[in-house]
């Protein structure tokens, strides 16, 4: 099952960057994306060998916004269980079972079991403690960046976008304060595994943590040649979190509170069933992982939208009853999570290119961001935009189950930087993440002044 072979020109070109880890360490190539978007909505992507890792069979790239919708709706045509939904196909038929076990790789009904009882988990209680002290860290994150200073240099990234998605995983999970270093080490390596900085991150010092965290790093990993780590995708990638997820789950199970993961473990499914240890293993992955890469990335992705559009930062500290709208629009501009996968489970057509049964079929939603058709001048910030249907949190049945409290985080955080810092400017070149899946920056240099008086 191959692609046309006659992509020549322009868009081998083109696809040939959009597919390459190392253009983004440079910038999104957003030109490509809207030729293609404009001349080949479904384009046919060739998957060479890249750094390190092994050739693929190809896939299709799908870029228009109407078409991407139709893809995530269709869990039946389009599948998340057949191949996994991450571009790269696990590297053998039992990488692909042990993903499979994992909510984020699954379909309907599994699937649809798993969520209900995740979303009964987060009770109006638990959420509503979860906000208030979310609003209390983006507090205590940003006074300890300003504290009475007139005016300052940070890295936005490390000293105050890092740590609110670290703890409020922390309350979610139920995982002590003090390992929460071990959420970002986690994530660096599943998400930055395209990056040599953040695939060996060992951020966490076992000092400071728990006997459970120094018992379950006694089986991290360890970077081979060239500083090479085990595919993040199979348990021995990853064997430090499922161990602490593991002994996790058996303090919780003797001493349960009131985190989403204590009522998770409680909980009872339709069937009188309750979740298996394995389920709350994978479960424990996808929140420590994937609950954290959208707004990791998305909380620096939002202030550089903001640094290279300063008259925004007026607006907002003008009408603060903006901010809602203004991190709609900054997720979409920015759009941390790029892509995701599909498997064509039937022959089918989509924007009259036939794709065949087992194929791959990538989503794009950077490029569904930016689609003329749905928002007018896309590449233009606009924090007064609406409507906005971005898919920055994905469509279907997979939608962010934590969209709301990314949401939350995101408006708690730049009310106190807005309200708190002034005026703020980049202090030097942004670093970004040298991957094809995550929209990332890793250091964001700027500098703040309170002293900087608004324009009258």
Not at 320 to 344: D, H, K, Q, S, Y
């Amino acid at each position: 099952m191959e692609g046309p072979a006659s992509l020549i020109g322009q868009a081998r070109a083109d696809t040939d960057r959009i597919f390459d880890p190392s253009t983004y360490a440079t910038g999104v190539p957003f030109d490509a994306l809207a030729r293609l978007r404009l001349e080949r909505p479904v384009v046919w992507v060739d998957e060479p060998p890249v750094l390190g890792w092994p050739g693929g069979p190809g896939f299709w790239l799908v870029l228009r916004h109407a078409d991407v919708e139709r893809v995530l709706a269709d869990p039946r045509l389009f599948s998340s269980a057949l191949g996994g939904t991450q571009t790269r196909d696990p590297p053998s038929p039992e990488a692909l079972r042990f993903v499979r076990r994992m909510m984020l790789n699954m379909d309907p009904p599994e699937h649809s079991r798993l969520r209900r009882l995740l979303t009964r988990s987060f009770t109006p209680r638990a959420v509503a403690q979860l906000e208030e002290r979310i609003r209390g860290h983006a507090r205590a994150i940003v006074d300890r960046v300003v504290g009475d200073a007139e005016s300052g240099r940070c890295d936005f990234v490390s000293d105050v976008a890092a740590d609110l998605p670290l703890l409020t995983l922390a309350e979610i999970l139920g995982v002590p304060v003090e390992d929460r270093m071990l959420l970002f080490d986690w994530s660096n390596r599943v998400i930055g595994y395209q990056d040599p900085e953040y695939r060996g991150s060992a951020a966490f010092d076992p000092a400071s943590g728990t006997p459970m965290a120094r018992e379950a790093l006694r089986l991290r990993p360890q970077q081979g040649p060239g500083g090479a780590m085990p595919d993040p995708r199979t348990r021995d990638g990853m064997a430090d979190l499922y161990a602490y997820a593991h002994l996790l789950a058996e303090e919780k199970r003797r001493h349960p509170g009131d985190d989403v993961m204590s009522i998770l473990l409680a909980a009872a499914d339709d069937d009188g069933g309750q979740v298996s240890v394995e389920e709350f293993e994978n479960m424990f992955w996808l929140f420590a992982v994937a609950g954290n890469e959208t707004l990791r990335n998305g909380i620096p992705g939002a202030a550089v939208g903001l640094l290279e559009n300063p008259e925004a930062q007026e607006q907002l500290r003008a009408e603060p009853g903006l901010l809602p709208g203004a991190i709609e629009e900054l997720l979409r501009w920015w759009t941390p999570v790029m892509t995701f996968r599909r498997t064509a489970t039937a022959d089918c057509q989509l924007s009259g290119i036939t794709i065949r049964a087992g194929q791959k079929v990538v989503v794009s939603f950077t490029s569904a961001n930016r689609d003329e058709a749905v928002f007018a001048d896309p590449d233009r910030l606009d924090i007064r935009r609406h409507p906005n249907p971005h898919l920055a949190f994905g469509h279907g049945p997979h939608f962010c189950l934590g969209a709301q409290l990314a949401r939350v985080q995101m408006r708690a955080l730049f009310a106190e930087v807005l309200g708190r810092m002034g005026r703020f400017h980049l202090d030097g070149p942004p670093v970004w993440l040298q991957s094809n899946f995550q929209r990332g920056v890793k250091h964001l240099p700027i500098r703040w002044s309170r002293r900087e008086a608004l324009p009258t």
